[in-house]
Structures are given as C-alpha cells and as structure tokens.
C-alpha cells in the first residue's frame, strides 16, 4: 500500500474526507443506515491509515496484526448480518479485502513492500494473486456499476439529520470514492 508519497496523500485525504462525510452521516439516520454508515467510516479511517505514505510514517510490524484483527471482527460482524437478513454483501467482501491486505503486509520481508507479488502461497512470482486479481475484478465492477448509478435522485425522508446528510447520491458517491481507493490500494499491493 506504500506507493507514491503523493498518491498516497490523496488516498488519506479521500478516505479521510468519506469518512468524515459516514460520521456525519450516522449522526443523520437511523436503523439499518446509521449501521451502514459506521461501518463505511470505520473503512474509510481504516483504509486512510493504511494509505499513509512510508515517509510520513513506518508503522511498526504489529499495526498489520492489529488491522487484521479489527477488520477481521468486521468481517465476522458482517457474516452475521448476512445470515440475519443484512443486505450488505459489499461491506464483507470490503472487510474481506482489508484483512487480505493487512495480512499481506504483515507477511514477514513485506515492511511495506509488494508483499503479494512474491511466490509461494499467495501466487506465482512476478504475477498478480488469484485473491488480489478477484478483488481487482470485483472492485473494478462495483465502480462501474455505481458510476452509472451517480445520478441525482429525488430527496427521500432518511432520517432526522440535514438534507445533506441523507442525500441518496452522496451516500453513492461515498462509496464509489471507497471503492476508488480499495482499487488504488490493492493495485500496489
């Protein structure tokens, strides 16, 4: 995940900024949204620590075990929801490929290197990962598919909050912005 110092950067800023935007927008609605929303922000302020620069900050090897294991709770939180009736699948595959990633660099000589692109268990020297290339598919899809969807729709009543806050095209745009970064971030794993 420690690419360019500057496109790194705009990853922490994007996925700070989204969320930022899921707090606020927890705040604003209620029932099964408010529980979207925090898990979004909880994403989003996971994928912008993991999207800071090598420069600016060398975690220590055990904030990846850490990651792990808070997206890996997320993972198990998201299982349950599915088995009682929860409708978001994208959020366990996200929880899926944060665990994915931080695994991959908490593999031993990652240290912030491409530690997927190794041989052995994860895939062929020099190629992609059969993981890394499913999510590259699956994320490269949901982008697609919500970028065709960004259009603005009649307000709706989401809940008790501002007008802003329970916009249907905000909260889209929230999570194509998301996607856009698990993309960047998996491309340089």
Same mark, same amino acid.
């Given at each position: 995940?420690?690419?360019?110092?500057?496109?790194?950067?705009?990853?922490?800023?994007?996925?700070?900024?989204?969320?930022?935007?899921?707090?606020?927008?927890?705040?604003?609605?209620?029932?099964?949204?408010?529980?979207?929303?925090?898990?979004?922000?909880?994403?989003?302020?996971?994928?912008?620590?993991?999207?800071?620069?090598?420069?600016?900050?060398?975690?220590?090897?055990?904030?990846?075990?850490?990651?792990?294991?808070?997206?890996?709770?997320?993972?198990?939180?998201?299982?349950?929801?599915?088995?009682?009736?929860? @409708?978001?699948?994208?959020? #366990?595959?996200?929880? %899926? /490929? $944060?665990?994915?990633?931080? +695994? =991959? &660099?908490?593999?031993?000589?990652?240290?912030?290197?491409?530690?997927?692109?190794?041989?052995?268990?994860?895939?062929?020297?020099?190629?992609?990962?059969?993981?890394?290339?499913?999510?590259?598919?699956?994320?490269?899809?949901?982008?697609?598919?919500?970028?065709?969807?960004?259009?603005?729709?009649?307000?709706?009543?989401?809940?008790?909050?501002?007008?802003?806050?329970? @916009?249907?095209?905000?909260? #889209?745009?929230?999570? %194509? /912005? $998301?996607?856009?970064?698990? +993309? =960047? &971030?998996?491309?340089?794993?």
């Amino acid at each position: 995940m420690h690419g360019a110092a500057l496109t790194g950067w705009l990853l922490v800023a994007l996925c700070a900024a989204t969320g930022a935007y899921c707090l606020l927008r927890m705040r604003a609605c209620v029932g099964a949204e408010r529980r979207a929303a925090g898990g979004e922000a909880v994403m989003a302020f996971g994928m912008a620590l993991m999207a800071l620069p090598a420069a600016a900050l060398s975690p220590p090897q055990w904030s990846w075990t850490l990651y792990a294991a808070v997206f890996g709770a997320a993972t198990l939180h998201g299982l349950l929801a599915l088995r009682h009736g929860g @409708r978001h699948l994208h959020h #366990l595959v996200g929880s %899926l /490929a $944060m665990v994915y990633m931080a +695994l =991959a &660099m908490a593999a031993p000589g990652a240290a912030g290197a491409h530690a997927g692109h190794t041989a052995g268990a994860m895939g062929p020297a020099g190629g992609i990962p059969l993981l890394t290339g499913g999510l590259l598919l699956y994320y490269m899809a949901y982008v697609l598919r919500a970028g065709t969807r960004l259009v603005p729709v009649a307000a709706t009543e989401g809940g008790p909050g501002p007008a802003w806050a329970t @916009r249907p095209e905000l909260t #889209l745009a929230c999570r %194509l /912005a $998301m996607a856009l970064a698990m +993309l =960047a &971030m998996l491309v340089t794993l």
